[in-house]
């Protein structure tokens, strides 16, 4: 009898009603296919990261042994020192392959590939996608089989998550919901350092062929796909406005060793090479310096890492699926940072102001604009005036488009 009425509402009841039924939904996704499974890319620091410890040697009050444990993102690095706990934990050693470790006696999963629990909340009163995972679970959604996560090692660049073999997992979760929901096309929605991490994915990664039958679109919330100044800021001399209240300088020593953080380097095509973006008594640095600027602030493997990754994204290859393009703006970010004689174990002077989202420059967010000339796909852009870099996954406004696009 249930099953008969909800038939009769789905032949008789515009579409537009039937997209917003909690009822309907969920039978949509079973019984009639609409194009509506959500893949969610985290950003940068935006995956939970566990650890389980068997160092050969620790100083207090850091631990030396431990079973597995919440190592990202953990309370008690606002402590006295255990932010150096923390960052001797996170940090990636280099070796002559040019390939990443983790410190002697550390190992590090990411837990939660295709849930969401582990985006949603990455730790206590540390709260992520899960107002947006919420909103879409009220009209109808499944955490685990209609929303799924893939989180990752946000200290790598996409290279590297390609030699762990992270593309080929997503790869194969996307392929096996598109099975599972009835061969159900997939909107694939990225914040920040995922929007880059997905680009590659869908630019270098998979087929054409693939893509046509298996993505639906491309969703990117404030994407950082030409770089931020406010990394170079964390690279000089770390940021002291840190989410987890770590003093600068030793989270510095962390940033340094994340081939992530060398990624997200300003683009040069899109700061000019007569753009001062770092001011120090001595000289100048522009986006074409950053060999030099990397010798003089003594980061040891900065060219190495550099000249790995530099050019991974660096001409804004098309992803070739429909793109919107979602990001905030009017709201104060960093610009050209002006240093003294302290440089680089300082905080800058003066940092001049620019539009962006507050983390990311308004320049590197609507790069997505290149790709109109390189795809026949549209690409559809779309400032949220206000909204911060952070907030564009708790945004009503923001949700309510994405919701259109996948109800859609």
């Not at 493997?301 to 290859?317: A, H, M, Q, T, W």
């Amino acid at each position: 009898m249930e099953l008969s009425f909800l038939l009769i509402l789905l032949t008789f009841l515009p579409v537009s009603q039937l997209a917003r039924s909690p009822i309907v939904i969920g039978m949509c996704i079973r019984m009639v296919t609409l194009k509506c499974l959500i893949f969610l890319v985290p950003g940068l620091l935006g995956s939970k990261f566990e650890a389980k410890l068997n160092k050969p040697d620790s100083k207090a009050p850091c631990m030396k042994t431990s079973d597995w444990y919440t190592l990202w993102v953990n309370i008690t690095t606002i402590f006295p020192d255990h932010d150096k706990c923390l960052v001797d934990n996170l940090k990636l050693m280099y070796d002559e392959d040019n390939w990443y470790y983790n410190t002697e006696g550390i190992e590090i999963r990411v837990p939660g590939f295709g849930e969401t629990d582990t985006i949603e909340e990455l730790g206590v009163d540390v709260p992520y996608f899960h107002n947006f995972v919420e909103h879409f679970v009220k009209l109808g959604y499944t955490r685990g089989k209609d929303i799924n996560g893939a989180p990752f090692d946000w200290r790598l660049a996409p290279d590297g998550l390609k030699r762990i073999r992270y593309y080929e997992a997503l790869h194969q979760l996307i392929e096996d919901s598109y099975n599972r929901n009835g061969q159900t096309p997939v909107t694939l929605v990225a914040h920040s350092l995922g929007g880059p991490v997905s680009l590659y994915f869908l630019s270098k990664y998979v087929s054409s062929d693939w893509k046509a039958s298996r993505i639906k679109q491309f969703v990117s919330l404030s994407g950082v796909f030409g770089g931020t100044l406010k990394i170079i800021l964390e690279l000089i001399s770390g940021d002291e406005q840190n989410i987890i209240r770590a003093r600068p300088l030793v989270l510095r020593e962390a940033l340094r060793s994340f081939p992530s953080s060398v990624f997200l380097l300003p683009s040069p095509a899109l700061w000019g090479e007569d753009e001062a973006i770092v001011v120090q008594p001595k000289r100048n640095y522009t986006s074409r310096d950053y060999e030099e600027l990397f010798t003089d602030i003594s980061y040891t493997n900065g060219s190495r890492i550099y000249n790995e990754v530099k050019d991974l994204i660096s001409d804004f290859p098309p992803p070739n699926v429909t793109h919107y393009c979602y990001y905030g703006s009017d709201v104060h970010t960093h610009a050209n940072l002006y240093y003294n004689s302290s440089f680089p174990d300082s905080q800058p002077v003066h940092i001049m102001p620019d539009n962006g989202d507050g983390t990311v420059n308004e320049r590197s967010l609507q790069s997505c604009r290149l790709w109109r000339d390189k795809q026949v796909f549209p690409v559809i852009e779309k400032s949220f005036v206000g909204v911060s870099h952070r907030n564009m996954v708790l945004n009503k406004e923001v949700l309510a488009a994405i919701e259109k696009l996948v109800l859609s």
